[in-house]
């Protein structure tokens, strides 16, 4: 009786070990094929149930936020902006913003979608909640600044540098911005395409899926 106690309390002491482990490995990999959306859905499958939420309660395509995410974070969790440095650039000091995670939400902004939303448990290096803030912020642009949540181009623009400077026009003063968001306008339409091509696919139960 003892050794068999002795054997289940090994069996889930291991488990203890090893699932966080794992939990943490699958949390905060980057997927492995950024270029193509039907492998990131389909090696991250809770990553298209979280997106497909988010079309359907803010009504934005899912194809923007992910190419914008992709230029934002290039899919990390734990995504910084880079440091600031003092005294002609020889001291590290802070961050030059107070973005992080996988939409880069500011801070301030981030405060505010939870205070809209009511999303109080959210967290910026959760796909999920990003995802969501994001669909938030797009269906936002469109209700402040009139412009089409399939336009990636304005869209990013406006997430750059928010609806006030979108309407100031700043970008035109940032060449190197308005070149950014043509590639992600670009990156936007091939994930478009490429979401056509599996997302019936995607749409299936895990119980379908067995048989497939």
């Not at 949390?27 to 859905?41: G, H, Q």
């Amino acid at each position: 009786m003892y050794k068999k106690f002795k054997r289940i309390c090994i069996f889930f002491s291991g488990w203890v070990i090893f699932l966080p482990i794992v939990v943490t490995g699958c949390a905060t990999t980057p997927p492995k094929d950024t270029s193509n959306l039907c492998e990131i859905f389909y090696e991250k499958e809770d990553w298209y149930d979280a997106a497909a939420d988010m079309r359907d309660k803010w009504g934005v395509p899912i194809h923007v936020p992910m190419a914008m995410m992709y230029q934002e974070s290039s899919f990390r969790h734990d995504a910084l902006p880079p440091r600031d440095y003092i005294l002609f650039g020889l001291i590290p000091w802070g961050r030059v913003s107070s973005a992080y995670g996988y939409s880069q939400a500011k801070t301030p902004t981030w405060s505010d979608y939870i205070r809209e939303t009511g999303n109080s448990g959210a967290d910026r290096d959760d796909f999920d909640d990003a995802i969501d803030f994001m669909g938030w912020f797009i269906s936002k642009t469109h209700k402040v600044n009139g412009v089409s949540k399939w336009d990636a181009y304005a869209q990013y623009l406006n997430y750059h540098e928010g609806w006030g400077g979108y309407r100031r026009k700043t970008y035109l003063k940032k060449g190197w911005l308005v070149k950014v968001s043509q590639r992600v306008k670009g990156r936007s339409l091939r994930y478009a395409t490429q979401l056509k091509t599996c997302e019936e696919d995607l749409q299936k139960s895990w119980f379908f899926k067995l048989f497939d």
